[in-house]
């Protein structure tokens, strides 16, 4: 039995809450291009995505670690899937549409640099008198422009929401920009509860990754509230804390994080009587939430790991190489375009040098910036 396009966007109707946003209705895309006979305009969008160069590099890009600190720790690809899955949970909880959270949450770090948010901080420093950096907008840059996959236009020609999903994603340590996305208007719900995922995602990954690197000692969680609620529950801390205490604590800990979430956002929309997609544009903000008990955890939680884990002396270390390294790749690249690959130098046309470098070294890997860094400064390795 073949179950046509059509019947998937019947069944999506029939499905969602009256808020979510059903890919029958979105706003399209910029060049014309026939959906798909068996999938939907927001499958075939994150189909998209998973093919793209930027999407594979992300599996040797910086979460926390170094790519070279050791094989078990978070990468940007890892922490990519993390998000879709808890955005996935988010959108079957609350009627959204499963399929665009996925495809907004898959693409929502493609932009990001090499070494982490050390390496988006450097970026910024240096393109400072060139028109800025920010990982957000080179997420849009990647999909509307730099990915090259079709002979009429640039891009990846994405739906609107996913691109808009990209360009109103907001966490703690994201700045929305909206620009040409009706900036006035609040992002769909799917686009919101990828935010959501990805704030819930790198919190509890960060925390099961510098415990398990030795860098966050165990003794000191008695600090956060979380874990005292987890002792009381579990009685498991009198136990010696080992890997599968961890495992079960960070569990534990995404499960209170993702039932909180669903029930304070969902009472939130009954309470604004968001009756329909429109409604919630309407608004102009976000709706989703946590309630005011978990936010004040998550405020321990997150003032603990900035202390105890991103400040810590060997974190700071691989940031002082990482800034080294762009600081490099960046001054060698501007002074002398010549030094960039030809495929590169061509792209030249029309942009400045300084943005064709940004594009060229945010799009690399980790190993691949260390690499360009020796064959250009050590006179020992071959070019």
Known sequence: MLITRQELEAQEAARLAPYGMLSRDSRGRKYPDPEPEYRTAFQRDRDRIIHTTAFRRLEYKTQVFVNTEGDYYRTRLTHTIEVAQIGRTFARALGANEDLVEAICLSHDLGHTPFGHSGEHQMRELMREYGGFN?????????????????????????????????????????????????????????????????????????????????????????????????????????????????????????????????????????????????LRALGKPVITFSPTLE?????????????????????????????????????????????????????????????????IAGMTDRFALQEYQRLFDPGTPV
């Open 296 to 360: 004040r955890k998550n405020r321990v939680l997150k003032d603990y790991l900035m202390e105890n884990f991103y400040r810590h002396y060997r974190v700071s270390r691989m940031a002082a190489k990482a800034e080294r390294v762009l600081e490099g790749l960046f001054t060698a690249f501007v002074k002398n375009p010549r030094l960039l690959p030809k495929s590169v130098q061509k792209k030249m046309n029309g942009e400045t040098s300084a943005r064709v470098v940004c594009d060229y």
């Open 135 to 279: 990982h957000q907008a080179q997420s849009l840059r990647i999909v509307e422009y730099l990915e090259e996959r079709f002979d009429d236009y640039r891009g990846l020609n994405l739906t609107y929401e996913v691109r808009e999903g990209i360009a109103k994603h907001e966490t703690e340590y994201d700045v929305v920009n909206p620009t040409e996305y009706n900036p006035h208007e609040a992002a769909t719900l799917e686009a919101q509860l990828a935010s959501a995922a990805d704030e819930t995602a790198y919190s509890t990954a960060d925390l099961d990754d510098g415990i398990r690197a030795g860098i966050l000692d165990p003794r000191d969680l008695a600090q956060l509230e979380f874990w005292q609620e987890w002792c009381a529950a579990t009685g498991a801390c009198d136990e010696r804390f080992n890997d599968l205490t961890r495992h079960r604590f960070v569990r534990w800990l995404v499960n209170q994080q993702v039932s909180d979430f669903v029930t304070a956002t969902d009472q939130r929309l009954g309470e604004l009587n968001v009756h329909s997609l429109a409604a």
